[in-house]
């Protein structure tokens, strides 16, 4: 789960990390209220759930600046939030369609004299998180990685102790770091850490962290993003979800407790487990096709699920095929076999099925699916059902 620049910047406050001052808009006029509020000069900045704001361009709009711009007179605020909030803002993240700006943060702008970039993640190499930090901030930090490697420093943290004092002042030193700036960047990574261990972060980062030419530490920027499986521990948390920024058929699937992604190909693809949606994703790639969507139904998928999942795949008018491969360990073939013969009765598709079954009761299954006598195709094995779902999408 993905959560807004503001939102982020609320948590590391709370865990004590120094943040500019800003005020949330939702229209030019409360945009300019925050704006008289501040007393400029201040920073817009469109709230997308998407990176690259600074060098993207809003649609159609013949602005000349992306989601991020310094502004210095009310008049320009005016403006600059009339196309915020009337374009969508389009970046390397968002496709080619841009997001709608419905909130801008107003930020009293900052003087920078240096910026850092700090982030925590996920080491899986050693199982631990670990922060990253780079001397090099305010620029894509993966570009830096593979340029420059060395540049970036890694710290391990502890998941039962955290980040202690010793580790983030040592790091604040070898950044670059000196006299009173050292505690101030020290308290900020340590309120990183926090963040990402309490809440059940997939990913938390600063980028960037800057330092004022009065030599004051700031959080300018920062982005987190949270472990799904983890949200039933932290309400507070779920309640931060901007729906309106979320792909209506993930939020959908999401409900209906499957895990599902839209990509860009024409074979919609039903699956048991996430390993084996990975490898039908790659063998119908391998094949010539191209996968509309990654879809886990789970273990124990029932016929709800199912029929919600094909309700789900169809709605996409770029499937031309599905191909449904189920492997039955938990979920057996004749219970899926039986929930698919209900969804097809249901959601009377248009499109070409082809069903792959495999596993616990796979003859009864099959059985149950030639006996219902509907318009699919069934397949022996994944590689079998690859190549007739390719050739029906074509």
Not at 202 to 214: D, G, R
Not at 303 to 325: C, F, G, H, W, Y
């Amino acid at each position: 789960m993905k959560i807004h620049e503001y939102q982020a910047k609320e948590l590391l406050a709370a865990a004590g990390a120094v943040v500019p001052r800003g005020i949330v808009a939702t229209s030019v006029n409360e945009v300019l209220a925050a704006f008289d509020r501040l007393g400029g000069p201040v920073v817009l900045k469109a709230q997308v759930h998407a990176g690259g704001r600074g060098k993207g361009r809003f649609k159609n709009s013949g602005a000349d600046f992306g989601g991020v711009k310094f502004i210095k007179t009310r008049d320009d605020c005016a403006k600059v939030a009339d196309v915020m909030f009337k374009f969508p803002l389009v970046t390397k993240q968002t496709g080619a369609d841009g997001q709608k700006v419905s909130k801008v943060l107003v930020q009293e702008a900052a003087d920078i004299a240096r910026e850092i970039y700090v982030g925590v993640v996920l080491d899986r190499t050693i199982g631990m998180p670990i922060m990253m930090a780079c001397a090099e901030g305010g620029v894509e930090i993966e570009e830096v990685a593979a340029r420059t490697p060395e540049k970036i420093l890694k710290v391990p943290i502890s998941p039962e102790n955290g980040m202690q004092s010793f580790q983030a002042r040592r790091l604040a030193f070898d950044l670059g770091f000196t006299g009173a700036q050292v505690a101030q960047a020290e308290k900020i990574m340590l309120a990183l850490a926090k963040v990402f261990l309490d809440k059940d972060c997939s990913l938390a980062e600063i980028n960037p962290l800057v330092v004022s030419p009065k030599g004051e530490v700031i959080v300018l920027d920062a982005k987190i993003t949270f472990d799904d499986n983890a949200l039933f521990r932290h309400p507070d948390i779920e309640k931060l979800l901007d729906e309106s920024e979320e792909n209506p058929a993930e939020l959908r699937a999401s409900r209906a407790g499957l895990s599902f992604i839209t990509l860009t190909g024409n074979i919609g693809c039903l699956v048991n487990g996430a390993g084996l949606a990975m490898s039908t994703m790659d063998i119908i790639k391998y094949h010539g096709g191209e996968p509309a969507n990654f879809l886990d139904v789970g273990g124990g998928a029932n016929k709800e699920q199912v029929t919600e999942a094909l309700r789900i795949l169809l709605s996409d008018p770029s499937v031309k095929a599905v191909l449904i491969n189920i492997f039955g360990g938990i979920m057996k073939c004749d219970i899926i076999a039986n929930a698919v013969v209900a969804a097809f009765k249901e959601v009377k598709p248009k499109v070409p099925f082809v069903v792959r079954l495999e596993g616990t009761n796979v003859a009864d299954g099959r059985r149950i699916l030639q006996e219902a006598g509907l318009n699919l195709t069934t397949a022996t094995d994944l590689t079998d059902a690859a190549k007739k779902v390719v050739a029906a999408a074509k």
